[in-house]
């Protein structure tokens, strides 16, 4: 996986050196890089001992690898170090041992685990519309609202530095209301929905049969696997 991992990065390193976070046109690249970086903490995982010696230290030494990362690293080609830095902490969390752990099995964490998925799939949406509804405020009131910064349409809040603490502020405030709204009216019901599940065995008599679930029964079924079997043969020893 680490091989695997390297080579997806020098591929994505070589096509798109300036930035890692790229989407629209390496976005398959970078994803893949990602994939193997979460196979290589798995299988990190899975040959360990099952304990960590030191849970608190290593804990609190990956929080601040990742804050300082996260600060002080400019765009660039440092950036790729990152699904690697993502790999160490990954695997100092999957244990599950220190305080900092225990912190986030808080109620409020676990929520944000919980919404954590309509989190991903709406902060894209509602950040445009932000864009959108400040941009349309400075045409209103002729005021130079938003700006670009590397191919990135920006609020203009002083430096893009502070534009970007405005988006962290505008998704605690925005991102995760809406996504705790669309976990509980679209992605729990449609998770509950396929809990109860439609059986895949029915609704495949439907659809093949062109019956209904409780019209077909066992017997329907075979006939159907036995003349798709009979077919197959026929096709083969043509």
């Not at 305080?99 to 902060?123: D, T």
């Not at 970007?164 to 992605?187: D, H, K, N």
């Not at 049969?209 to 019209?215: C, S």
Request: hydrophobic content about 55%; proline content about 4%.
């Amino acid at each position: 996986f680490l091989g695997l991992c390297l080579a997806a990065g020098w591929q994505l390193f070589e096509r798109a050196p300036n930035s890692l976070f790229v989407s629209s046109d390496w976005g398959m690249l970078r994803a893949i890089f990602s994939f193997f970086a979460g196979c290589l903490a798995y299988d990190m995982r899975t040959h360990s001992n099952g304990r960590l010696e030191t849970p608190n230290m290593l804990e609190a030494w990956a929080v601040l690898l990742f804050i300082a990362f996260v600060l002080t690293t400019p765009q660039g080609a440092l950036q790729y170090a990152f699904p690697v830095l993502a790999v160490i902490v990954i695997y100092v969390f999957s244990f599950d041992q220190g305080r900092i752990a225990r912190l986030l099995r808080s109620p409020a964490f676990q929520k944000l685990g919980l919404w954590s998925y309509s989190i991903y799939m709406v902060h894209i949406f509602v950040f445009q519309i932000a864009k959108m509804a400040v941009s349309y405020v400075g045409h209103k009131t002729h005021l130079e609202l938003v700006g670009w910064y590397n191919n990135e349409k920006l609020v203009l809040l002083g430096t893009p530095a502070h534009a970007v603490w405005f988006a962290f502020a505008l998704s605690v405030v925005l991102v995760v209301p809406v996504a705790a709204l669309t976990y509980r009216w679209i992605e729990k019901p449609a998770l509950d929905a396929a809990r109860r599940g439609v059986k895949v065995r029915e609704f495949a008599r439907a659809i093949m049969g062109g019956l209904k679930p409780a019209q077909a029964d066992d017997a329907d079924w075979r006939s159907l696997a036995e003349s798709n079997r009979s077919l197959h043969r026929e096709r083969v020893a043509s």
